[in-house]
C-alpha cells in the first residue's frame, strides 16, 4: 500500500486545523509540513510553534520536510514535537551521516531530501544505508502548484535498483506535481510515499478522501 502525505501549504491557513481534521480517517496518511526559512528556499512558511500545535490536534503521523539551510536547529528544537518523520535537504549538510544519527535519537524516522538538479550518486552509499527515507523533489522546493518535472522518474528507478543490488531498505518518497495522472508514473517507478499538496487541498473537505483514493 502507498502512503499519501497530503502538503498542508495548500491548505487553508484561516481554517488548519478544519483541513488538517478532514483528512481523520484515511488509512496509510501522512501530514506532510513543509518548514522554509526563506534562506534555502526563497519563501517561508511556519516553524516550530505551529508545528507544536497541529501536533495536538490530529493523530496522523508527522511528516516534517525542512527546507532550511541550518536543519541541525530544527532537529534539535522539534525533538518533543511527536514527529514521526523528519527529512533534511542532502544539500544543506556537510556531514549527512552525522546528522542522521543525531536525529534517529529523537524520531522514529529520518529522510534525506535531494533537489531536481542534485544526482542520486550524491548520497553517498553508507548516508544511504541509514536513511528511513530517500525524497526526491519533483519539483523545485519552495511552493506548491508546480509542474512534475518527469526526471524525477529515473531518479526512483535508481534508488530502487540500489536497494535491489545492496539490500537496502528505504521508503522512496516524491514530492511536487503530483496528481493522478502522475503518481502512477512515480507509483510504477518505486515511490512508495507520495506527497500532494494542490491535487487535495484545493477541493471542498468532503472531497479529500476521494481524491486521497485517486493516488493509491
Ligand atoms: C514544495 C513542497 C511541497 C509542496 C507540494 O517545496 O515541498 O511539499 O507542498 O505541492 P504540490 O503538491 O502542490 O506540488
Ligand atoms: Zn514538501
Known amino acids: ?13 484561516m481554517n488548519l486545523q478544519s483541513d488538517i481534521q478532514a483528512l481523520q480517517g484515511n488509512d496509510d496518511l501522512w501530514l506532510h509540513l513543509d518548514v522554509m526559512d526563506g534562506h534555502f528556499v526563497p519563501n517561508m512558511t511556519f516553524g516550530i510553534p505551529i508545528i507544536k500545535q497541529i501536533s495536538k490536534i490530529t493523530s496522523i503521523p508527522l511528516d516534517v520536510h525542512l527546507m532550511v539551510t541550518n536543519p541541525n536547529f530544527h532537529i534539535v528544537e522539534l525533538k518533543d514535537s511527536n514527529i514521526h518523520n523528519i527529512t533534511f535537504h542532502l544539500e544543506a549538510e556537510s556531514n549527512p551521516l552525522k546528522l542522521i544519527e543525531l536525529a534517529k535519537q ?8 535531494i533537489k531536481p538538479n542534485t544526482p542520486v550518486e550524491e548520497i553517498e552509499l553508507d548516508v544511504l544505508a541509514h ?7 519533483s519539483v523545485e522546493p519552495g511552493f506548491g502548484g508546480q509542474k512534475f518535472m518527469p526526471s524525477a522518474i529515473q531518479k526512483i528507478k535508481q534508488l530502487k535498483e540500489l536497494q535491489d543490488t545492496h539490500a537496502l531498505d528505504f521508503i522512496i518518497q516524491v514530492d511536487g506535481g503530483i496528481n493522478n495522472e502522475t503518481a502512477k508514473l512515480v507509483r510504477d517507478a518505486g515511490a512508495n510515499n507520495l506527497v500532494a499538496g494542490s491535487y487535495i487541498f484545493k477541493n471542498d473537505q468532503s472531497e479529500y478522501a476521494n ?6
Do not use: E
Open 1 to 13: 500500500m502507498v502512503t499519501i502525505a497530503p502538503s498542508i501549504l495548500a491548505a487553508d491557513f
Open 106 to 113: 529523537f524520531y522514529p524516522k529520518v529522510g534525506i531530501s
Open 131 to 137: 536513511c528511513d527515507l530517500v525524497l526526491v523533489m
Open 211 to 216: 481524491y486521497i483514493n485517486s493516488l493509491r
